[in-house]
């Protein structure tokens, strides 16, 4: 699913979503849009690179990691986050 779609249907729920009472109706939306955000990438957050490998936190949770570089990871084992190792310059 693209970033385009996600953020459309986390609007789409937002705008819907019920003033008062339905309470389990409530939590599962909290829950899809909880599930939602985490299909947008995040930066991570890189700390260092010790002997060739990568050592990141998560921009989320803050879980640290070390990967090799070009085995990056595209989730955040701890949390499920979309991280986005894009060099910005």
Not at 62 to 89: A, M, N, R
Request: hydrophobic share 30%; aromatic share 8%; with cysteine.
């Amino acid at each position: 699913m693209d970033q385009k779609k996600v953020r459309e249907a986390i609007e789409t729920i937002k705008s819907n979503y019920p003033t008062s009472g339905y309470c389990m109706l409530c939590e599962a939306l909290d829950t899809a849009i909880e599930a939602l955000e985490k299909q947008l990438s995040k930066k991570v957050d890189i700390m260092d690179y010790p002997l060739g490998d990568i050592n990141f936190r998560c921009p989320v949770c803050k879980s640290e990691y070390i990967c090799e570089k070009e085995h990056e990871h595209f989730y955040c084992p701890t949390c499920g986050q979309k991280l986005d190792w894009t060099v910005e310059e």
